[in-house]
């Protein structure tokens, strides 16, 4: 150290030392550990036995946590993602989870790190796992690590025990009391693995499990082997094992093993209850709605979905859908349907064929929790239903999750919502945004622009976080059907108490943008480039020279892309002739103008100039061979919540037909 800073420095540093820890009272407190060990022991202990005893009483965890904030510990390798950060006082107790690696994910092996890509044929990096992680509210993500065997998944993240608590309502009276609030403290601790790949900038699913905790209230620091589950329908075969590390920060309650295990075998043995009463009760609801009228066996009634998840559970669908409050991020209904249109649609029976990388198949029609679709940022039709009604509950709509058959036969959801003001019933498209009114396109009178569904046209039934009913109208058309769902006459409701008998499933934090307002435009840039790049490669191919125009092209194009993502999120048309004069008045007589937008819902070049030479109408601009020709490249990337983007790319050419 005397070679790195000046002695006054030095001395400076140390005094700082010092008054910490006599302001910690540290100094005490080591001096009570070394009387402790003479009185057990009898003699003096050496050095390396004194520093293994003050580790272990976790007095030097504890100078850590009194040097660092909480909320920042994490931020170098991995980050605390979330939190609705409440007031705690100096007293308030964190769960420290320690990532220490993974063994044995024989299955998720990148096993070709220098494959190639479209871009100049450059060596692919390897594919990441990330630990993402829930308690509560809180979110948390890990540092990658590259896909091998034993991946080096280390990590550290702070669970503000007391947040979770104040969350569940807790009186701050109640808190405190010897450590049995916190063993009252039932929230899981879930632990969800995925598998990155950064030049699709895709995600997939590796493994889940959910982690009891609660065994750190004994001695305050506890070792665990956890086993992901990834959720299969073959054999129940771990896909790999992670080791963490739990410790109750300050250490505190010290109960006894006997108290913490009969307290969860109680709760367990309450759960299990609960779930038998309410299935002998859905068991008599859907006997009785079938007794109804013999043509109802074949409506698409649901009252229980599989959650995809090491235990395969059967969980009711109310159970997936839980109020969401809006953030300043997202703060209207429409930019929420715009948000979850975003995500990635994962079809089901790709879901089966695939088994998402894990051991088995995935059940076709099973669904993951909320938690695990964000972290993914993908998922079936029924997950996007989920979601979005949710986030339209928590902006005070009335919305239900509605199920039946689309024009095929096929079976369809959407997600709809009653006003309490006209009554009138409006259906969200889960996978587009767009809205319709029973009998057609919303508001096409005000020039709103719709396209034609063919979505949902029968529907059989509908739910929400408290409420299920089902269709007993004998014509379920959507634009004839009544949408009273307190008529007992149209709709065959679940009793409402009963379904307080179901735990929802954790409600999970959504995140702000990671993308500010001054990332975008060297995002916009560098795919710009690189894309650029990709099809004068392409072009070079086939023989074929290639001239970009970069200067006034493009930013005639830039008003265009910026009409396409008003129009999505809104559902109002932009007037577009202010467009087609500014191209006018760029390109000359004699010359040609052809161009062609198109939307990605991802950033990877990649997989756009795949499109590009895959789609007719962005090929033919691409392999385009005219006299005097001009290529030019403009993208707008909108960034929305969960990391979730809205990227247009409008290709466009300008050539001679005439003579010079």
Same mark, same amino acid.
């Given at each position: 150290?005397?070679?790195?800073?000046?002695?006054?420095?030095?001395?400076?540093?140390?005094?700082?030392?010092?008054?910490?820890?006599?302001?910690?009272?540290?100094?005490?407190?080591?001096?009570?550990?070394?009387?402790?060990?003479?009185?057990?022991?009898?003699?003096?202990?050496?050095?390396?036995?004194?520093?293994?005893?003050?580790?272990?009483?976790?007095?030097?965890?504890?100078?850590?946590?009194?040097?660092?904030?909480?909320?920042?510990?994490?931020? #170098?390798?991995?980050?605390? *993602?979330?939190? @609705?950060?409440?007031?705690?006082?100096?007293?308030?107790?964190?769960?420290?989870?320690?990532?220490?690696?993974?063994?044995?994910?024989?299955?998720?092996?990148?096993?070709?790190?220098?494959?190639?890509?479209?871009?100049?044929?450059?060596?692919?990096?390897?594919?990441?796992?990330?630990?993402?992680?829930?308690?509560?509210?809180?979110?948390?993500?890990?540092?990658?690590?590259?896909?091998?065997?034993?991946?080096?998944?280390?990590?550290?993240?702070?669970?503000?025990?007391?947040?979770?608590?104040?969350?569940?309502?807790?009186?701050?009276?109640?808190?405190?009391?010897?450590?049995?609030?916190?063993?009252?403290?039932?929230?899981? *601790?879930?632990?969800?693995?995925?598998?990155?790949?950064?030049?699709?900038?895709?995600?997939?699913?590796?493994?889940?499990?959910?982690?009891?905790?609660?065994?750190?209230?004994?001695?305050?620091?506890?070792?665990?082997?956890?086993?992901?589950?990834?959720?299969?329908?073959?054999?129940?075969?771990?896909?790999?094992?992670?080791?963490?590390?739990?410790?109750?920060? $300050?250490?505190?309650?010290?109960?006894?093993?006997?108290?913490?295990?009969?307290?969860?075998?109680?709760?367990?043995?309450?759960?299990?209850?609960?779930?038998?009463?309410?299935?002998?009760?859905?068991?008599?609801?859907?006997?009785?709605?079938?007794?109804?009228?013999?043509?109802?066996?074949?409506?698409?009634?649901?009252?229980?979905?599989?959650?995809?998840?090491?235990?395969?559970?059967?969980?009711?669908?109310?159970?997936?859908?839980?109020? /969401?409050?809006?953030?300043?991020?997202?703060?209207?209904?429409?930019? @929420?349907?715009?948000?979850?249109?975003?995500?990635?649609?994962?079809?089901?029976?790709?879901?089966?064929?695939?088994?998402?990388?894990?051991?088995?198949?995935?059940?076709?029609?099973?669904?993951?929790?909320?938690?695990?679709? /964000?972290?993914?940022?993908?998922?079936?039709?029924?997950?996007?239903?989920?979601?979005?009604? @949710?986030?339209?509950?928590?902006? #005070?709509?009335?919305?239900?999750?509605?199920?039946?058959?689309?024009?095929?036969?096929?079976?369809?959801?959407?997600?709809?919502?009653?006003?309490?003001?006209? #009554?009138?019933?409006?259906?969200?498209?889960?996978?587009?945004? @767009?809205?319709?009114?029973?009998?057609?396109? *919303?508001?096409?009178?005000?020039?709103?622009?719709?396209?034609?569904?063919?979505?949902?046209?029968?529907?059989?039934?509908?739910?929400?976080?408290?409420?299920?009913?089902?269709?007993?109208?004998?014509?379920?058309?959507?634009?004839?059907?009544?949408?009273?769902?307190?008529?007992?006459?149209?709709?065959?409701?679940?009793?409402?108490?009963?379904?307080?008998?179901?735990?929802?499933? $954790?409600?999970?934090?959504?995140?702000?943008?990671?993308?500010?307002?001054?990332?975008?435009?060297? *995002?916009?840039?560098?795919?710009?480039?690189?894309?650029?790049?990709?099809?004068?490669?392409?072009?070079?191919?086939?023989?074929?020279?290639?001239?970009?125009?970069?200067?006034?092209?493009?930013?005639?194009?830039?008003?265009?892309?910026?009409?396409?993502?008003?129009?999505?999120?809104?559902?109002?048309?932009?007037?577009?002739?202010?467009?087609?004069?500014?191209?006018?008045?760029?390109?000359?007589?004699?010359?040609?103008?052809?161009?062609?937008?198109?939307?990605?819902?991802?950033?990877?070049?990649?997989?756009?100039?795949?499109?590009?030479?895959?789609?007719?109408?962005?090929?033919?601009?691409?392999? /385009?061979?005219?006299?005097?020709?001009?290529?030019?490249?403009?993208?707008?990337?909108?960034?929305?919540?969960?990391?979730?983007?809205?990227?247009?790319?409008?290709?466009?050419?300008?050539?001679?037909?005439?003579?010079?």
């Amino acid at each position: 150290m005397e070679d790195l800073l000046p002695p006054d420095k030095i001395r400076e540093l140390r005094k700082v030392v010092d008054h910490h820890l006599r302001a910690g009272n540290v100094y005490n407190q080591v001096r009570e550990v070394l009387a402790e060990f003479t009185a057990r022991e009898g003699g003096e202990p050496t050095c390396d036995a004194l520093l293994g005893l003050v580790q272990e009483k976790g007095l030097i965890q504890r100078i850590v946590n009194d040097s660092v904030d909480p909320f920042q510990l994490g931020t #170098g390798r991995g980050a605390r *993602l979330a939190s @609705s950060r409440v007031q705690t006082d100096g007293a308030a107790r964190y769960l420290h989870v320690r990532l220490m690696g993974g063994r044995a994910f024989l299955e998720h092996l990148d096993t070709d790190p220098v494959a190639t890509t479209f871009v100049n044929q450059a060596a692919r990096p390897r594919e990441q796992l990330f630990a993402c992680l829930q308690f509560g509210g809180q979110r948390f993500k890990s540092a990658g690590a590259d896909c091998v065997c034993d991946p080096d998944l280390d990590d550290s993240f702070l669970v503000n025990l007391d947040e979770e608590l104040a969350r569940k309502g807790v009186n701050q009276l109640a808190r405190h009391a010897q450590g049995r609030d916190l063993l009252r403290l039932n929230t899981p *601790l879930q632990v969800v693995l995925v598998r990155h790949d950064p030049v699709r900038k895709v995600n997939r699913y590796v493994g889940e499990n959910k982690i009891e905790w609660r065994s750190v209230l004994k001695s305050g620091v506890v070792n665990l082997s956890v086993e992901l589950g990834g959720g299969g329908q073959g054999l129940k075969v771990p896909v790999g094992v992670l080791e963490l590390q739990l410790e109750l920060l $300050p250490v505190q309650p010290n109960l006894s093993d006997d108290e913490i295990t009969s307290h969860i075998n109680a709760e367990r043995n309450a759960l299990t209850a609960a779930e038998r009463e309410f299935l002998v009760f859905a068991r008599r609801w859907w006997q009785e709605y079938h007794a109804v009228s013999p043509q109802f066996q074949q409506r698409y009634v649901k009252v229980f979905a599989t959650l995809q998840s090491p235990t395969n559970s059967t969980t009711p669908v109310t159970a997936f859908v839980t109020p /969401l409050p809006p953030s300043r991020f997202m703060p209207s209904p429409l930019l @929420s349907a715009r948000f979850v249109a975003l995500l990635s649609y994962d079809r089901d029976d790709d879901r089966a064929t695939s088994g998402n990388g894990v051991a088995g198949t995935a059940a076709p029609d099973s669904w993951v929790d909320p938690f695990t679709f /964000l972290t993914l940022g993908k998922g079936n039709a029924h997950e996007h239903a989920n979601l979005l009604c @949710s986030l339209l509950l928590g902006h #005070g709509l009335d919305a239900w999750v509605a199920l039946g058959v689309d024009t095929q036969n096929n079976h369809a959801t959407c997600v709809l919502t009653k006003s309490s003001v006209t #009554g009138t019933v409006v259906f969200w498209d889960v996978l587009t945004g @767009s809205r319709y009114h029973a009998a057609g396109p *919303l508001d096409a009178a005000v020039n709103t622009y719709v396209p034609q569904w063919y979505g949902l046209t029968r529907i059989h039934c509908c739910y929400t976080s408290n409420s299920l009913v089902a269709n007993v109208q004998a014509d379920d058309g959507i634009a004839t059907t009544s949408y009273e769902f307190d008529d007992e006459r149209a709709w065959k409701a679940m009793n409402p108490i009963k379904l307080k008998l179901i735990t929802s499933l $954790p409600a999970p934090t959504i995140l702000s943008p990671h993308l500010s307002s001054h990332d975008l435009p060297h *995002l916009e840039e560098s795919l710009e480039k690189t894309l650029m790049e990709g099809v004068a490669d392409y072009r070079e191919r086939i023989a074929l020279p290639t001239v970009w125009d970069t200067a006034t092209l493009p930013r005639v194009l830039g008003q265009a892309l910026w009409n396409y993502e008003l129009q999505q999120a809104t559902n109002i048309v932009v007037e577009a002739s202010m467009f087609q004069s500014a191209v006018r008045s760029t390109i000359q007589t004699g010359q040609n103008f052809t161009a062609f937008p198109v939307h990605f819902a991802h950033q990877s070049p990649s997989r756009m100039l795949a499109h590009f030479t895959s789609s007719k109408h962005t090929k033919d601009i691409v392999e /385009l061979c005219k006299d005097e020709v001009r290529h030019a490249i403009r993208v707008k990337v909108t960034a929305y919540a969960e990391d979730a983007v809205s990227v247009w790319v409008l290709l466009a050419a300008v050539y001679r037909t005439g003579p010079a």
